[in-house]
């Protein structure tokens, strides 16, 4: 059975963990005290905190509420569930768990519950679509998925509907192949100081101190590979471009300048342009990288990705310069012959 | 003297010890034109954060507790009457944190970040939370499990829940100095915050020695390792919980007041001025 554990923190003369299913090493509670504590104020909204567990193969994924019910001003409540990274790869593993997060009760008469392990194969009553975004949140969305994906620094985005960011950054998350999206660390904040953050992406609906935070981008210049991550995002299914990233995706580092290297790749095969897919993959797979991903766009009888006939296929490689490309593997003289292209 | 100080100041303590409410007052006192220990040198840096704090002192209000991960800090520079300019930076350190290194020994970046640049440490002190050493007899009478209390079965030593607050701040004490070392001595002001709660007769340097004896006893014969300093410091003028609103007092320099170990009344700015400048 796969689980998730809990822990529960919250204010006993300090933010403090206050029940739990199981033991921890003390820089891992020291970190999930730290992610768990947030500035809110009484009537803010739930806070998201997302983070990969140094030196375990696991993942913590956060909810913060604020508690205007304890004696200390600017207490608050935080969740921590303990996933394997298999689970968060897992599609309805993943789902059971966006829906566990559980505020406890104002007397907190339940904090026992907190103590037990969460079976990820029950039913919570919470499904994907109601935390997908909408498509109101497009612009926050594409902010988001140009400062994510658009360099691997931290990145920082403002928006003042923190639930609409909070929905964008899930579905980015949520987008992301497997082996990319356990080792994404997200957050969502009512104030953000603009300093470093070891965190890939916060959303904040302020930011103090000023310092260097991602301008949004305006729509008429949205970035074409921008744009087609967005509709696959709103559009909450298993688009192609979903299927081309979690295939190939997973080849590669686990970073997140590949998958916009990914999509770009994308936009030039959706727009059936092989010279510019060739060109593309030249430049950005040199010499022998990426060979699966050249073989499945001009293989032979290779059209799962684009319905490009043999003659282009081949015409386009025999032309291709470098050594980018495996000739032998790719079989290009034998099926060049065949068409008489010489 | 006069001259130009870059003082980075660890202003350290467990939680709710006072630590964001004598900034919040600090701040609101150095904008005042009355006061006249200190004032602001220059305009530069971000002051949305002590701004916010001095709002809320001056309103009356409760401060929201110091987050675990906050990174705020005040980053301004000061000019002391009589002693000169001096760029002061202070981090504003959560109290949970402090209370990580005493249960866990384990720094939290942030702190040990505070703690390893300061050239001076401000340790808050809470007259309301002290807790004094307790007998094992005694915590097997605070078992909860009405059980386990009619068998006499001990409860176990919990750090949190039973350690005395001058073994905590003696292990602090001795923690920070060890981070410090190359700049022994340092200056430790200790700051006994909601001083309008407590008993006239004692002078501070009274009361800290009656109610935590161990822990000036440690810092006095260190010496070589740090100088101790002493003050009482009431940075909201009253209780917020009182009848009477602090408020009913006046403006914030009317109602904020501190003193020295000897119990003489100074300027708010006297703990900060004596870590800056140790006059």
Redesign the interface.
């Known amino acids: 059975m796969s689980v998730a554990h809990q822990l529960l923190f919250g ?1 006993d ?4 963990l206050l029940a739990g299913s199981r033991e921890l090493p ?2 891992t ?2 970190l999930l ?3 768990t ?3 809110m104020n009484a009537d803010s909204p739930a806070l998201v905190t997302a983070v990969a567990l140094p030196a375990a193969d696991e993942y913590a994924f956060c909810v913060t509420w604020p508690a205007p019910e304890m004696p ?4 608050v409540w935080g969740h921590v569930l303990l996933v394997s990274a298999a689970d968060l790869g897992d599609a309805g593993h993943f789902q059971a768990l966006l829906g566990l997060p559980r505020r406890p009760l104002d007397a907190a008469s339940d904090l026992a519950s907190y103590n037990s392990p969460l079976d990820l194969g029950a039913p919570t009553g919470v499904s994907l679509e109601q935390l997908a975004p909408l498509a109101s949140d497009r612009d926050v969305l594409e902010r988001i998925v140009a400062a994510v994906y658009g360099s691997s620094d931290s990145a920082v985005c403002v928006h003042p509907d923190l639930a609409a960011g909070t929905r964008a950054m899930l579905a980015v998350w949520s987008g992301q192949w497997p082996k990319l999206r356990a080792g994404f660390s997200f957050r969502t904040r009512e104030l953000f ?1 603009a ?1 470093p953050s070891s965190f890939d992406l916060t959303v904040a609906a302020k930011v ?3 310092g260097a935070v991602a301008p949004a981008a305006e729509a008429e210049r949205t970035p074409r590979w921008v744009a087609a991550i967005v509709e696959d995002l709103l559009t909450n299914a298993r688009t192609p471009l979903r299927e081309f990233l979690w295939t190939f995706g997973p080849d590669g580092a686990p970073d997140r300048v590949a998958l916009r290297r990914l999509a770009k790749l994308w936009t030039r095969v959706a727009a059936g342009d092989p010279t510019r897919v060739r060109n593309y993959l030249e430049r950005r797979w040199p010499e022998r990288s990426g060979g699966d991903l050249k073989y499945a766009l001009f293989g032979a009888g290779q059209d799962r990705w684009w319905a490009l006939d043999e003659r282009t296929r081949v015409r386009t490689l025999v032309h291709a310069g470098g050594d980018a490309w495996d000739r032998d593997g790719l079989e290009l003289k034998r099926r060049a012959r065949a068409l008489g292209i010489r | 003297m006069n001259g130009y100080a870059q003082p980075c100041l660890a202003l350290i303590g467990m939680p709710q010890s006072g630590k964001s409410t004598y900034l919040g007052a600090l701040w609101a006192l150095v904008q005042s034109p009355i006061e006249e220990a200190v004032r602001e040198a220059s305009f530069i840096g971000d002051r949305s954060y002590i701004q916010s704090l001095a709002e809320q002192v001056a309103r009356g209000e409760e401060l929201h507790r110091t987050g675990v991960d906050a990174d705020e800090e005040m980053a301004v520079e000061l000019e002391f009457t009589g002693l000169g300019r001096a760029a002061v930076r202070i981090p504003d350190t959560s109290g949970e944190s402090l209370r990580v290194l005493v249960e866990s020994q384990l720094w939290h970046p942030r702190l040990r970040g505070a703690c390893a640049n300061a050239t001076a440490v401000m340790l808050f002190v809470h007259p309301a939370h002290i807790r004094v050493p307790q007998p094992s007899s005694l915590l097997t009478v605070v078992e909860p499990s009405a059980n386990s209390a009619a068998n006499g079965t001990a409860v176990p030593f919990d750090v949190h829940d039973h350690a005395c607050t001058a073994a905590e701040l003696i292990d602090v004490f001795e923690n920070v100095t060890e981070l410090c070392r190359l700049r022994w001595p340092i200056r430790v002001a200790v700051i006994v915050s909601a001083w309008d709660r407590l008993d006239e007769t004692l002078t501070p340097y009274e009361w800290l020695r009656a109610r935590l004896p161990g822990f000036v006893s440690t810092v006095e014969s260190g010496a070589q390792m740090a100088r101790l300093e002493v003050f009482g410091v009431s940075a909201q003028g009253g209780s917020l919980d009182a009848h009477e609103s602090p408020l009913a007092k006046g403006e914030i320099c009317d109602r904020v007041f501190a003193k020295d170990r000897s119990g003489m009344p100074v300027s708010l700015v006297a703990p900060m001025r004596w870590a800056v400048f140790g006059q």
């Open positions: 204010y003369g300090g933010h403090r003390a820089d509670l020291l005290q730290g992610a504590d947030a500035a200390r001003a600017g207490a100081r300093s103090s101190g000023g």
